[in-house]
Structures are given as C-alpha cells and as structure tokens.
C-alpha cells in the first residue's frame, strides 16, 4: 500500500500544480486557448505517465492488479473533466471545433501548442519524480525509462484503425453529449474512454489522443516518427472527421451542404390567403 500512496500523493502534486498554473495564466487573455489547454494537457499527461508505471510494472513490482489501474484512470479522468473547465488536453478535440467553426484559426493554433508543450513539461516532471526513487516500483520504472517499450503492439495499419475506431467512438459521443450538463456528461465521458482504452490496451494502449501519445511513446525504439505519426496522429484525426461528418452531415468548415440528412423544416407554414379564395366567402356570406 505504501507504493499506491506515493502514487496517490503523485496525483494530488499534480492536481495542485495543474490548478497553479492554471490560475496564472488565466491572465493571458491574447493567448486564451494556450492558457487554458496547457494545464490540462499537462495534469492528464503527467497523471498518465504514472498510470502506466502502475499498469506495466505495478503489477509485478507492487503487487497492484489491473483493477487498480482502471479505477484510478476514470477517478483521474472524472477529475480532469471537472477541474478543465472545458479544456480537454486533445488536439483532436480542438480539431473538432475548428472544424465545427466554434474557435478561430488563431485559437485553435494556440491550443494545440498548450496541448503539447503541457505534455513536454508533464514528461520531464515525471522523470524528475522518477529519479527520486520512492518505492520499488520507482526505481525499476526510473532503470526502464531510458530504454522503454513501445505502447504500439500491433502493426502499425491495425494500430491505425484501432486507434480511428477508438476515436469515432469517442467523438461521436461528444458530439452527442456537447450540450448536457456536466453532472452527465463528465462521468458518462469518462467512463467511455476508461472502456475504450480497457478494449485498445492490447493493441495500442488505447490512447487516441495525439499530445498524450507524443509524450508517452513517441521516444520509445522499435518504430519510426513517421510509424508513430500513422497510428496516433493520423488514425484519431481520421476517427474523429468521419464522426464529425456522420453526426453533422458535413464538415461545416470545409462546405456548408448537408450530404446525408435533408434540411426539412419541422414547421409547417400557413399558405397566404388568395383575394379570390376571400371573394368566394364574402359571396358565401
């Protein structure tokens, strides 16, 4: 157990310094999507690294089954969802809403850039952590880090589609849920990715998130940036445009015409009433 509090204490170090930053760069009012997405790329990436440490060598080391992992990743994710305030540490879902023409070029520019400076600096306090060597399981993840293991384990077309598949999904549900309220939508979400994630972890850990991928696997030998880029960049995006085009009919920011639904008006509208329909039943009268 004294390893899983370290862990715990990692994670409310995190939570606190997320929370910091956030707070002081809410002052940057030109660089609005940069100050919001950098914390919270950076509390879901660090919170991340040590969640793999706990799936890959908690389980041998520390004696933590795989159960301990899945709860705390939708503890974790709930809490991100909560304390974001609607940023969400994924360049596929600012892509999203440039897409939907909800931020500008500008902001989405900016978000992207928090997104993945937020997970530099989340892998480098990790392994400042690390080098600590607090318990056990630390020291040997410490001895690991320099020669990791790639979290692909599958080739990289399948890696692809799982991580499209992992999206779509994902995506289709944010669309879907953009307009509920939080008490609904955070731990509904959530869970989706916890389940996604339980499904992809076999074949690539089930990430589907471009930023967090970057910094977690992206250094690891055994494939190519070009092979990485495949899986985790391209296969997301591409999940997430076919679920952007499948729930709206069309990509508002490419072309306005819906080619799946017809735009029927759900109103009907009173015909004008003729001068000879009202000559008739003056007669009448």
């Known amino acids: 157990m ?8 990692y994670f409310l170090a995190v939570l606190a310094l997320s929370e910091v930053a956030r707070r002081l760069l809410r002052r940057l009012s030109m660089l609005r999507g940069f100050s919001a997405e950098l914390p919270a790329s950076f509390m879901l990436v660090a919170c991340w690294h040590e969640l793999r440490t706990l799936m890959e060598v908690g389980a041998w080391a520390g004696g933590f089954g795989p159960d301990v992992s899945v709860t705390l990743l939708f503890l974790i994710l709930v809490v991100h969802g909560i304390c974001s305030q609607g940023a969400s540490g994924n360049p596929t879902v600012t892509l999203q809403s440039f897409l939907l023409l909800k931020v500008s070029p500008w902001v989405a520019f900016s978000s992207l850039v928090g997104q993945f400076a937020g997970a530099a600096l989340a892998s480098a306090l990790a392994i400042r952590y690390w080098i600590l060597e607090l318990t056990d399981m630390h020291m040997i993840q410490n ?14 077309p399948q890696g692809a589609f799982a991580e499209g598949v992992c999206a779509f999904f994902y995506h289709l549900l944010a669309l879907r849920l953009r307009h509920s309220t939080a008490l609904f939508r955070v731990p509904l979400t959530a869970l989706t990715i916890t389940l996604l994630t339980c499904a992809a972890s076999s074949y690539t850990t089930g990430l589907f998130n471009p930023a967090l991928a970057f910094a977690l696997t992206f250094h690891c030998s055994g494939y190519t940036l070009q092979e990485y880029a495949t899986v985790y960049w391209l296969g997301p995006i591409t999940g997430m445009t076919l679920a952007l ?20 008006s759900r109103y009907r509208v009173p015909q004008a009433k003729t001068a000879q329909d009202q000559g008739g039943r003056t007669k009448e009268g």
């Not at 004294?2 to 715990?8: E, I, P, R, T």
């Not at 001895?143 to 990289?156: G, I, K, N, P, R």
């Open 2 to 9: 004294s390893g899983l509090n370290v862990s715990l204490g």
């Open 143 to 156: 001895m690991m880090s320099q020669d990791c293991s790639a979290a692909l384990q599958v080739s990289v």
């Open 245 to 264: 085009f499948l729930y709206q009919g069309h990509i508002p920011r490419l072309f306005s015409r819906n080619l799946l639904y017809s735009q029927k």
